[in-house]
Every structure is written in C-alpha cells, then in structure tokens.
C-alpha cells in the first residue's frame, strides 16, 4: 500500500467477518494463484480435539482467483495474535503474495497470507462438497459451531461481492443449509445468534391449560424446533 509502512494481512476466511484484534485499513479485493478450500482441520476454534470441524485454507493453483480482505496490522500485537491463532493453533505457514483491490484504486500491493499444507498435522484433504458439509453440521468449538463459519463466510461474500461466484464455498453452503433443513436443526443457535425470550400473557381463566399458558413463549416456540441442536 503506497500510503502506509504497515503490514497488511489478506483474510479469507473467519477474517473477513470476526478479525478478533484491533487493525488499521480494511480494503475488499482479490489474490491470484490462490483457491480457497476447506480441507484444513481445526480441533481449537470450530473443532474438539479427535472431532475437527473443517475450515478454509488456500492452495496454490494457477489461473484461479480467491476474494477476500487485506487488513492493515498495527503494532506487534496483531501478528503476535495472528501466527498464535494461524500457525500455533491452526497449523498453516506465512507466505507473501499480491493483493488486487476490488475497485483498481490502489495499484497492487504485498500481503502477508496463512495457508496450510499437507505436511500439517491439521490437514484433511480433499472432499466432496456434501461429506464436508456433513462434518460441519457436526462440529462445534470454543469460537461457536462450524456451520456459522461457512455460513457467515458465504454471506460476507453474497452481499459484499455480488458478482463473484465461488463454486466450492457455495456448494458447500448449500449442502449445510439442506442437511440443517433436512434435520430441523435451530438455525439461530447454530449461527451464535440468541433467542428473544417473548413473555406469556397473563393467564385470565382458570380453565386455561398449562400448554396453552406457555404458548408465546420461547420455550413452547423452540420446544419442538430446536431439541435436535442438544445432540451436536
């Protein structure tokens, strides 16, 4: 970036949407050489150990091109957090590659991206689109559950970048969201997001049944909806 002295960080994955650390600019835009997949395993933010969830990693492939964020880090801080997160905990590598903006007002720039090998102990592979799903709708961590991860991904590029189609994140996306469907899983809970809870109105006859006093509740509205979240 010509106006700063910086480090810029590209983010493709949980980056785009949930940094966790303070950072400078955020510019919208592109690498090539690059495809992002998800065949990195994590046991410590979407995953338990012996139970990873599966999130996104880059790979090298020529002539292909992944969307994403370049991020300015500020301060010692930022890094020190970013390779405890990516390479302690996450098991990917440092390498430098151009950043593109979206918009072509910056002529091309360096970034720092985190990508992970086979050689990692994380590594998962290859998978067909619905059995990576299946292992998502399966896997939970201490950052929240797996399907969020992909979901909220896939909505930071629909409404940030309309116009760009990434076949194997879709895909994916749509396998979650039919397997969550298929098996009336809570939605809401699985995304992290908290139910208000609506209070039942005054019970004004005697004659009014225990189940239709909890109607309006947040019990009675989940009670047949969201049992299934438990057994994840």
């Keep these: 970036m010509e106006d700063s002295t910086n480090l810029w960080v590209f983010g493709y994955g949980s980056l785009v949407w949930k940094p966790g650390f303070q950072h400078g600019?955020?510019?919208v835009g592109y690498v090539n050489g690059f495809a992002r997949r998800f065949w990195q395993g994590n046991e410590t933010h979407r995953g338990t150990p012996g139970k990873p969830g599966r999130v996104a990693?880059?790979?090298?492939?020529?002539?292909?091109?992944?969307?994403?964020?370049a991020m300015e880090l500020q301060g010692e801080e930022a890094l020190d957090y970013l390779n405890n997160r990516e390479m302690t905990l996450g098991g990917y590598m440092q390498k430098i590659t151009m950043f593109h903006t979206a918009d072509?007002?910056?002529p091309p720039f360096p970034v720092l991206v985190f990508v992970a090998t086979p050689k990692s102990s994380?590594?998962?592979?290859?998978?067909?689109?619905?059995?990576?799903?299946?292992?998502?709708?399966?896997?939970s961590g201490p950052s929240g559950h797996n399907v969020e991860y992909v979901l909220r991904l896939a909505e930071w590029v629909h409404n940030t970048l309309p116009s760009v189609h990434d076949d194997h994140l879709f895909?994916?996306?749509v396998h979650v969201r039919l397997k969550v469907k298929e098996r009336n899983l809570c939605l809401k809970t699985l995304m992290g997001e908290k139910e208000e809870v609506v209070e039942s109105m005054p019970v004004q006859h005697s004659n009014v049944s225990p189940h239709a006093a909890r109607r309006g509740t947040f019990t009675y509205t989940c009670e047949k909806k969201c049992m299934k979240c438990i057994k994840l």
């Design 25 to 27: 600019k955020l510019l």
């Design 57 to 69: 990693t880059l790979i090298e492939e020529a002539k292909t091109t992944t969307y994403g964020v």
């Design 104 to 106: 072509n007002k910056h």
């Design 122 to 139: 994380f590594w998962l592979g290859p998978a067909d689109a619905h059995v990576i799903a299946e292992q998502v709708v399966n896997s």
């Design 171 to 173: 895909g994916i996306e």
